[in-house]
């Protein structure tokens, strides 16, 4: 099923190969613009070089480079239950070979993405302002989405052509920053060496001038046009895997409700994320410029999916929500005649947090993952002592008990456990805080 | 000697297609039985689970010893079961019975505020939602599986070794496909 997906990719590969086109054609103008007779050839090689470098970089180190950036960190089981337990079930659903490494991100943009070159390797980061909004659907969305990139090869893919995309960047900036800083010079030498070779190079040089400030805005917008067909494939796989379209409609309008950037995502690694996180910059020149589909015409085509939750049944709504007929599911995913009932709306939990319980439960996530310890006091008070807190022990600000103070990493995971999944009662006595 | 070298190159070819064909074949059934052994991890998980459970629930629930007892008999029930079809049967009457407990939990704030009962809580929702969709992924893989046996040109040689189609995995009345889904309010 999912390697059907995989193997059937042909119009976003015939995008991709476009991008190459440019890379190729923008070395050969550069080269030939430098060194008239055949400084082409080695104009493409150079980009090529460039290219290949760039991607043996980000295939080995990408994973890791990401989730640097973001400033993500790996979180366990004990941790957060239930996130581990939603990943683990799209897991299932996907037939995913191994449990995918979960991360979290200390930003209150609520967003999500996805990472690693093959399914063995991949990993979920998501944000502690997406878990401090969401109920349990609405993450399992979000997480089968994120999931469904990792399945259909959207992160090896993504990465390949966003290598390209900086590779055409790096070659204009250097071309364009030489002609400015060596303008003088070259075109007094120019003048004189040109009227022994015509006017034939003025006009490669003009032309590769050209091209090398529209190569990249070109490769930009085939970038984008990649990225929002990956995202609507993505939702329909989501919608498949989970069998219930509404949970990520509605974490979709809850995310989009927030005006928060993600300040540690860029134009190249945006495509990974479940919506634009940088929202405020890139959507004013509207569709072409953005790596996403409006998030409420995504809505609105999941919500179309009133009769089932196939790959037909997405393709029917976006087709009715759009009024385009362009195939955005692959003729393959297209063929799965079976039905794929709708499943009912799913467990609400047993007295659903307040947003306020919610908030206060991702802080201490997110002060767990930092390595805080967590300390009860016999009289009830919780304390929370950061990690570069160096005193053995110190009396309770509450009663005046001496408390100890564990070494940092030490049996501070079960502690935390404990302050997550804080009762109601326990919660009267820890907003004394 | 052309023509026999030739012949000799189409045969060597065809048998490597061969090959590929019947390895492909195994790949899948390998990754169907992968995928049933999956639902019964996920049922056995409910199985460990559910003594926890009646256990935290006893000390708040005096009223209702019928319940939780209905919970337990239930459970060595479907532990016991050896048949696909007798398990089945069973696994459904658990879902019931669980789902029937957790409506009886309402009445219980004292239980519902319970530290542990609240993880316990997640942990069962979680592997009924996980049973749910090993299931799914199950029937994803007896799709592709059969698919592949009954296309040309594999089916040749899903015929010539035998390769039996699987079944999917159908729950029988719809009372049982609904329940799984366990309401906590």
């Known amino acids: 099923m999912w390697e059907l997906i995989k193997q059937n990719q042909r119009k976003s590969f015939v995008l991709f190969i476009l991008m190459g086109g440019c890379l190729i054609l923008l070395g050969y103008l550069i080269g030939s613009a430098y060194a008239p007779p055949d400084g082409g050839i080695a104009g493409v090689v150079v980009a090529l070089a460039i290219w290949m470098v760039l991607s043996l970089i980000s295939y080995f180190g990408g994973d890791s480079i990401m989730l640097g950036v973001s400033g993500a960190k790996e979180i366990t089981r004990d941790m957060h239950p239930q996130l581990y337990n939603v990943v683990e079930e799209m897991k299932i659903a996907g037939s995913l070979p191994t449990m995918p490494k979960i991360y979290i991100i200390d930003s209150p943009a609520p967003n999500a993405f996805a990472t690693g070159r093959k399914p063995e390797t991949a990993a979920i980061a998501v944000t502690a302002g997406l878990l401090a909004r969401v109920n349990r659907d609405e993450l399992q969305g979000v997480v089968a989405h994120e999931m469904s990139h990792i399945l259909n090869r959207d992160v090896l893919y993504m990465t390949f052509a966003g290598v390209m995309l900086g590779a055409i960047a790096i070659l204009s900036q250097v071309f364009l920053r030489g002609m400015w800083y060596s303008g003088h010079s070259s075109s007094r030498y120019r003048s004189r060496s040109s009227s022994g070779r015509g006017q034939g190079q003025a006009i490669i040089m003009i032309v590769a001038l050209v091209f090398a400030i529209l190569a990249p805005i070109m490769a930009r917008l085939l970038y984008f046009a990649i990225s929002r067909k990956r995202e609507y494939l993505a939702d329909a796989s989501a919608a498949r895997l989970t069998r219930y379209p509404e949970g990520l409609a509605s974490a979709l309008e809850k995310i989009s409700d927030s005006k928060d950037d993600l300040p540690s995502a860029n134009a190249i690694t945006a495509p990974l994320y479940i919506v634009n996180p940088l929202k405020n910059k890139g959507m004013k020149l509207s569709d072409l410029t953005s790596t996403h589909p409006p998030i409420s015409l995504r809505i609105k085509i999941l919500r179309g999916m009133a009769s089932g939750a196939g790959y037909n049944n997405y393709q029917k709504a976006f087709s009715r929500v759009t009024g385009q007929h362009s195939t955005i599911i692959p003729s393959s995913g297209l063929k799965d005649t079976e039905t794929v009932p709708l499943r009912a709306a799913g467990t609400t939990e047993a007295a659903p947090p307040t947003a306020k319980d919610q908030n206060r439960q991702v802080g201490d996530l997110i002060r767990a993952v930092n390595q805080f310890r967590f300390l009860t006091c016999t009289c009830g008070l919780k304390i929370k002592v950061p990690p570069d807190f160096t005193q053995a022990a110190f009396p309770c600000p509450g009663c005046g008990a001496s408390l100890a103070v564990p070494a940092v990493g030490a049996a501070t995971f079960a502690a935390a456990l404990h302050s997550l999944t804080g009762t109601p009662n326990q919660k009267r006595t820890s907003s004394q805080r | ?185």
Do not use: C
């Open chain 2, 1 to 185: 000697m052309v023509f026999a070298l030739l012949l000799l190159g189409i045969i060597v070819v065809l048998v490597f297609i061969v090959i590929g064909m019947y390895n492909a074949l195994i790949q899948l059934r390998n990754q169907v039985k992968n995928a049933w052994s999956q639902i019964d991890v996920q049922l056995k998980r409910r199985h460990d689970l559910i003594p926890n459970l009646v256990e935290t629930a006893k000390g708040y629930m005096m009223h209702e010893r019928q319940t939780l007892e209905n919970i337990t008999a239930a459970r060595s029930r479907a532990m016991q079961a050896e048949s696909v079809g007798d398990k089945a049967k069973a696994e459904g009457e658990l879902s019931g019975v669980m789902s029937k407990f957790f409506l009886v939990v309402e009445n219980y704030p004292d239980l519902k505020a319970n530290q542990n009962f609240l993880a316990l809580q997640e942990e069962l929702t979680s592997t009924e939602n996980k049973i749910a969709f090993s299931r799914q992924a199950y029937n994803d893989q007896v799709l592709f599986y059969n698919n592949k046996i009954q296309m040309f040109p594999s089916n040749i040689i899903a015929g010539m070794f035998s390769f039996q189609q699987s079944e999917f995995f159908q729950v029988e009345d719809k009372a049982e496909r609904d329940v799984p889904k366990v309401s906590f309010s």
